[in-house]
């Protein structure tokens, strides 16, 4: 056994008892983990099990009962002592439970000696929270915020020896109101236990409490925000659950709580939408206007339905096939590496985003904020039947891959995605697109560009600036509505804006780079994606990313790929 000079253990060997056999247990903080096996040989593959001290949830002296005492070896030796690792064990599709082994020895002074180490190097976990402030909404999704949380949720933080504070919030907004008021900074983490619209109550509370301290105005949609270190946890209890699902990889209470326990961070990138220079909200997820809004607009006078709502307004909203004119003006995302047509996805570690938010910062330090706004503006007039803004895949169960596959969490860009006015029949093929692997955007009236800031006004708000009568804006509109087959809508759609309708069409959205932090690590690169995105994302960086990154013409994928993968 070694110890480092400040008198913890670098390395532990022992053989311990787990079940009836003997193992060779090693704990090597060097690198990081616990491992045991199986001493006699041959050994087997399934056999020799290891995990990171990082994904240790906790370790406690454990009493082994009398049926294991009374049973084989245990009856040779006098009291045996014990110890239970709680761990992380990673099952398919980003599921993580939490897994136990229980070791033994007949002395008492080298079990100690186990605990105490291990709990040294759980200690040593700096990023892991202690103290966590918890919100349920007890009405989101299916209504079952409540019991997930106490049921699933509670038992891993005592477990895992983290304090809580929990509110049920008895009202929209409740939560959002409460974060202007707590002592945050008690806090390691707040918690949301809830759908996408409990997250974003969260993090409008977060964020505006942050403003507030340092003294930003929110109105002003140039002012640079202050970001917000204390991390967010979600446990999904909501409807679409879009966000947990789309930073974690899959919707599960568990998993979440794990990844809060194990202290992991992921940075977000937010949008922030203003009217006339007044506020009006924070988007992380889908900001839509048209089809989604319709969606929305309709489905919250059903929310009685539940999760169902979304369905069943989804689908008369398709047919009725309404279309909006209107004028989207964008700034492209230049300091990303991505395009959002590229196979390379957003995952763990990713260093796209990196690399992306390094050039920002780089470029806003050379040139200055406001240099930004004399970049180049791109204008698009036309009739939408959707106009999705995403800064995420917004994946959710319905559509695994996203509405834009290739989105990246933390780059500082927003995917705009613009569904110009075409047959039903057209629409729902790129509808049923976002549900199997064929390319969302390959179709004629579908563009995609990767931005950092861009605005919209409809038709009928130029109109009105512009001095057209009122009166026969009207009989227009009265027109249409005696004719709904012909589809067009003079009237305005709403923006969804992570699920919440906003009250203005025309808006002015720029994209905030990682201004939140998450309890979450992105999507885990799993064996199956290995295979089969190594070859197309290496040969795509290459091709792609390269020449605008100024590399020398036949610089090697070899470069890259050492980042990537
Ligand atoms: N106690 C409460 N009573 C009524 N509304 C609440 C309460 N607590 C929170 N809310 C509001 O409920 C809204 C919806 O909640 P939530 O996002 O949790 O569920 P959901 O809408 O079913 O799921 P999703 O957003 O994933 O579609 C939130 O915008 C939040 O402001
Ligand atoms: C006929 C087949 C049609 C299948 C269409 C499937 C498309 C599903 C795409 C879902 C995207 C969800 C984007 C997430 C938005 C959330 O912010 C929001 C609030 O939870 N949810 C919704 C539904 O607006
Ligand atoms: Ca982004």
């Keep these: 056994m070694e110890q480092l000079p400040c008198g913890r253990w670098l390395r532990l060997v022992s053989s311990l008892g787990m079940g009836q056999r003997a193992w060779e247990v090693t704990l090597d903080g060097e690198r990081g983990r616990l491992a ?23 370790v406690e ?50 079990c100690n000696q186990w605990i105490q180490a291990l709990k040294e190097l759980l200690e040593m976990q700096k990023s892991r929270p202690k103290q966590l402030l918890v919100y349920i909404n007890p009405y989101g999704g299916k209504r079952q915020g409540k019991r997930i949380y106490e049921q699933k949720v509670a038992p891993l933080f005592s477990l895992a020896s983290i304090s809580t504070d929990v509110v049920i919030t008895e009202h929209a907004n409740h939560a959002k109101d409460n974060l202007f008021e707590v002592n945050i900074n008690k806090y390691d983490g707040v918690v949301c236990v809830g759908g996408d619209g409990m997250f974003s109550e969260v993090m409008h509370g977060l964020i505006g409490r942050m403003q507030k301290d340092s003294g930003i105005d929110q109105n002003n949609p140039k002012a640079p925000l202050v970001q917000c270190n204390i991390r967010i946890g979600i446990i999904p209890a909501g409807s679409t659950d879009c966000i947990c699902y789309s930073t974690i990889g899959i919707s599960d209470p568990v998993t979440s709580a794990l990844h809060i326990i194990v202290g992991d961070c992921q940075p977000l990138d937010v949008c922030s939408v203003h009217h006339n220079n007044t506020f009006l909200k924070y988007c992380v997820s889908l900001l839509g206007y048209g089809f989604y809004g319709d969606v929305l607009k309709d489905s919250e006078k059903k929310r009685w339905m539940g999760p169902m709502r979304y369905d069943y307004s989804g689908f008369k909203t398709f047919l009725t096939h309404h279309y909006y004119e209107g004028t989207i003006s964008f700034q492209p995302a230049k300091h990303t590496l991505g395009s959002p047509r590229d196979k390379y996805t957003c995952r763990t570690g990713c260093y796209i985003c990196k690399k992306s938010e390094q050039q920002l910062a780089q470029q806003r330090k050379q040139c200055g904020l406001k240099h930004e706004e004399e970049e180049e503006w791109k204008i698009i007039k036309g009739k939408f039947l959707a106009i999705n803004a995403v800064n995420m895949r ?61 605005q919209f006004t409809s038709k009928l708000s130029e109109d009105n600036e512009s001095n ?3 009166m026969g804006k009207k009989r227009f509109g009265q027109f ?30 720029r994209v905030h780079c990682q201004l939140v932090k998450l309890f979450a690590r992105g999507i ?15 040969e795509q960086l290459t091709v792609d990313i390269v020449p605008p990154m100024g590399r020398r013409k036949n610089e090697s994928s070899r470069n890259l790929s050492k980042y990537a993968f």
């Design 524 to 538: 885990e690169e799993t064996c199956k994606d290995e295979a089969a995105s190594r070859q197309s994302s290496v």
């Design 36 to 58: 045991w096996s199986d001493p006699r040989p041959p050994r087997r593959g399934d056999e020799n099990c290891f995990v990171p001290t990082s994904e240790i949830i906790a």
């Design 61 to 110: 002296e454990t009493e082994l009962n009398k049926k294991q005492r009374n049973s084989g070896k245990w009856q040779k030796m006098g009291k045996p002592h014990a110890f239970t690792v709680y761990y992380v064990k990673k099952a398919r599709n980003h599921r993580w439970r939490c897994s136990d082994v229980t070791f033994w020895c007949a002395d008492e002074h080298l």
């Design 480 to 509: 249409c509505r005696d004719h709904p087959a012909c589809c067009c809508n003079i009237a305005n759609s709403t923006w969804n804006c992570d699920g919440e309708t906003l009250e203005s069409s025309a808006v002015e959205v």
């Design 394 to 454: 917004c994946a959710c169960p319905r559509s695994p891959k996203g509405l834009s596959p290739a989105a990246h969490l933390a780059d500082g860009s927003a995917d705009l995605i613009l569904v110009r006015k075409c047959s039903r029949l057209d629409f729902l093929r790129y509808l049923v697109r976002h549900t199997n692997q064929d390319d969302q955007f390959d179709f004629s009236f579908v563009d995609v560009h990767r931005v950092k800031s861009f």
């Design 468 to 470: 057209v009568t009122d």
